[in-house]
């Protein structure tokens, strides 16, 4: 099995040292980061849009993953890539076919990433799956950091995993911490997304991510 990634999600960072914030994950560790963008109407909670994702692109070459939690994200993925989005994670929720979207980010050479929240079940997104380089199970509803791991997404993700074995990157994301991430990397998750278990926790990043990175192995 490929090692897994713990990408910290940014969500609940410093934002007034933002680039300050990335330099420390990037020297604590993190392989890849994962940027929440949030518009007040897919969920209940407003973040940040393209000038925020541009600005972590100047200050680190690590891959950026978008996490699009908008209710048009076809109207957006041209300038999420264009501010520096290596991947792009759309939500299967906000849109009836997301396969043109899907195409769309991957003739932009960006890889294109697929969400589902909790109740939302594989069959779904079957149609999708071909055009899917990544797949993002999502293990709390969309909105807020610091919630509930929901270990539904585990058995989404081990159904995922039976199907398409490794051809398909598995991604989780929600209330992933020392406690539930080695079940995450059990059930196929290779990317590990973790705020608060990183930006609210007493210790150092370093050891946060060595800590979730060894327990993950
Ligand atoms: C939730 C976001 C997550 C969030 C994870 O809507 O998609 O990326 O930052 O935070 P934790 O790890 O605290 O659940
Ligand atoms: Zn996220």
Not at 26 to 40: Q, T
Not at 51 to 76: C, E, G, N, Q, S
Not at 83 to 104: F, S
Not at 159 to 181: F, H, P
């Amino acid at each position: 099995n490929p090692p897994p990634v713990v990408l910290p999600s940014l969500l609940l960072c410093d934002f007034g040292n933002l680039a300050a914030e990335v330099r420390a994950v990037e020297a604590a560790g993190a392989r890849a980061l994962h940027l929440d963008v949030m518009d007040g109407n897919f969920v209940p909670n407003i973040t940040y849009g393209m000038p925020i994702v541009a600005a972590v692109r100047r200050v680190t070459d690590l891959p950026i993953d978008v996490h699009m939690m908008v209710a048009k994200p076809a109207a957006f993925v041209d300038e999420i890539i264009d501010a520096g989005a290596d991947i792009v994670t759309i939500h299967a929720e906000a849109t009836d076919d997301p396969r043109p979207i899907l195409e769309h980010v991957r003739s932009r050479g960006a890889c294109a990433s697929l969400a589902i929240n909790p109740p939302t079940p594989i069959e779904a997104i079957a149609d999708a799956l071909p055009l899917c380089d990544m797949v993002l199970c999502m293990s709390v509803m969309p909105g807020f950091g610091a919630q509930e791991f929901e270990s539904v997404a585990l058995d989404k993700l081990r159904a995922l995993k039976s199907l398409r074995g490794d051809s398909l990157l598995l991604e989780i994301d929600g209330g992933v911490n020392a406690q539930t991430v080695a079940q995450c990397t059990a059930a196929g998750a290779q990317m590990l997304v973790v705020g608060s278990a990183i930006f609210k926790s007493q210790k150092p990043y370093a050891e946060s991510l060595a800590e979730l990175t060894r327990l993950a192995a």
